[in-house]
């Protein structure tokens, strides 16, 4: 994995700098393949930037509601208890994975932190139990579970296709494609099970065993965090103070999502980051710490925030201009019905490296590959998740999502890629073989 290894570190540049540059590679293509004039080119990027506001408000919250939630005191003594089961090194490892999978499954923002503390954790109690753990493993592990996070309940693409007025609607002839086509489809679910089963297997399989060269953990994993109270003076302070007030505001949400169901409600974008905030205003102990849960989890925001404008002028360009069409004509070319789903995985994999974020490769690519998908007749549901799972099959080696959880570890994209690697291989035969037999 060494040359793999320098190529991350040496030339591919953030996030952001790659939205940069496919600005301008889809301003190229549009006035080279279209009859669109610069100045039309300008109107449309310009007129779309602000196409998905509402969107991008919606991803940054599930991002910033699964940050907080992460760290709450309940669900930090939660990973504390979960780090004492593994009793062995291979468990350690496998266990990591599939808790962390489970977390992406969750909500994917929850997912990436979770990852990243339960390995710490796992790391500083199996030190303290005797085993020898290779720690760049544990962390790669954490990671890995979110290769399962877009065929969850937080799964930005199928809940953008259910939400009623999003900006995939016109691709879909103006009709939804509830989540239980998508997410919660049988096959889909099959999907992940078998996916979290088959890299379990892999990492197992590949995990350093006893006598091999392992870098341990050399820091503290039990950092104490500060709870945000302040000392209580005015009135003021005592309702700042008070679990009451957050206990009320959380079943008062409690109660509308029981009632939205209840009357017939779908699964939308929306709802899933209310359900999100009501589980934390139910755990958080007062506003005091709920407001400082909130400042921490808010730097992971602002570069995904700023990326969301340059992708909605990428799309505006692309609808503009005609390109999607072009692109939607060039695939079908290329496809049957029975391959489509494979090739719009491998497609939406290559995408993932110039647009990391989820949403925002839903905003590039959705409109593409719905419209080619629906010219070969192939059911939207398979397109929309061929295009999430090639979304987060790619992830695994593409090092923006796993800038958090390094963050938390205090490790290099490169010190996990060699193992992240074996999770991409293993997930991409699940992912390949789901999507050809749901398409014979």
């Known amino acids: 994995m060494r040359p793999l290894n320098n190529l991350v570190e040496r030339f591919i540049p953030s ?23 610069p100045a039309d080119l300008v109107v449309h990027w310009g007129d779309g930037l602000a196409g998905l506001l509402a969107f991008m408000t919606q991803m940054a919250l599930i991002l910033l509601l699964g940050h907080i939630l992460a760290n709450t005191g309940p669900v930090r003594r939660l990973l504390a208890a979960l780090a004492s089961v593994p009793r062995t090194e291979l468990a350690a490892y496998v266990f990591v994975f599939v808790v962390a999978a489970v977390a992406s499954l969750i909500t994917w923002g929850l997912g990436l932190v ?43 693409g199928p809940l953008t296709a259910a939400t009623e007025g999003s900006f995939l609607m016109d691709s879909l002839g103006g009709q ?15 999907a992940a ?5 088959v890299v379990a297997l892999a990492l197992y399989l590949v995990a350093p065993r006893r006598g091999d060269r392992v870098a341990e953990l050399t820091i503290d994993a039990r950092e104490e965090l500060e709870d945000g109270q302040e000392e209580v003076v005015t009135p003021a302070d005592r309702l700042d103070a008070s679990r009451l007030v957050t206990l009320l505001t959380g079943l008062a ?55 969301f404008p340059l992708y909605a002028g990428i799309l505006g360009m692309m609808v503009g201009s005609g390109l999607v069409q072009i692109f939607s004509d060039a ?60 979304d987060q099959w790619t992830n695994m080696i593409q090092p923006f999502w796993a800038i958090p959880l390094l963050a938390i570890a205090g490790l290099k994209m490169r010190d996990i890629l060699g193992y992240t690697t074996i999770v991409l291989i293993a997930s991409g035969l699940v992912f390949g073989a789901t999507l050809v037999i749901v398409s014979l």
């Not at 400082?292 to 992971?300: D, Q, W």
């Open 15 to 37: 996030a952001l700098v790659f939205s940069i540059v496919l600005t301008f590679i889809v301003a190229i293509l549009g006035l080279v393949l279209t009859p669109t004039s």
């Open 114 to 156: 979770v990852g990243g503390l339960l390995a710490r954790e796992v790391a500083h109690q199996g030190r303290e139990r005797g085993l020898t753990l290779h720690f760049p493993m544990l962390v790669a592990a954490g990671f890995g579970g979110f290769v399962v996070w877009h065929m969850g309940y937080s799964a930005s």
């Open 176 to 190: 939804t494609v509830p989540m239980s086509q998508t997410v919660f489809s049988t096959w889909n679910m099959l």
């Open 193 to 197: 099970l078998a996916t979290i089963i």
């Open 253 to 307: 949400l409690v109660a509308y999502l029981v009632l939205h169901f209840s009357r017939g409600g779908t699964l939308t974008l929306d709802t899933v980051n209310w359900s999100f905030l009501a589980l934390i205003l139910l755990l958080v102990r007062n506003p005091f710490e709920l407001i400082h849960l909130t400042k921490n989890a808010a730097s992971n925001v602002g570069e995904i925030l700023l990326q």
């Open 331 to 390: 695939f079908v070319s290329i496809s049957t019905p029975t391959t489509f789903g494979l090739f719009a995985l491998l497609a939406a994999g290559l995408v993932n490296f110039f647009v990391p974020s989820g949403g925002g490769q839903f905003a590039v690519q959705g409109p593409i590959m719905l419209s080619a998908g629906a010219e070969l007749g192939v059911d939207p549901a398979i397109t929309i998740m061929a295009v999430s799972y090639g």
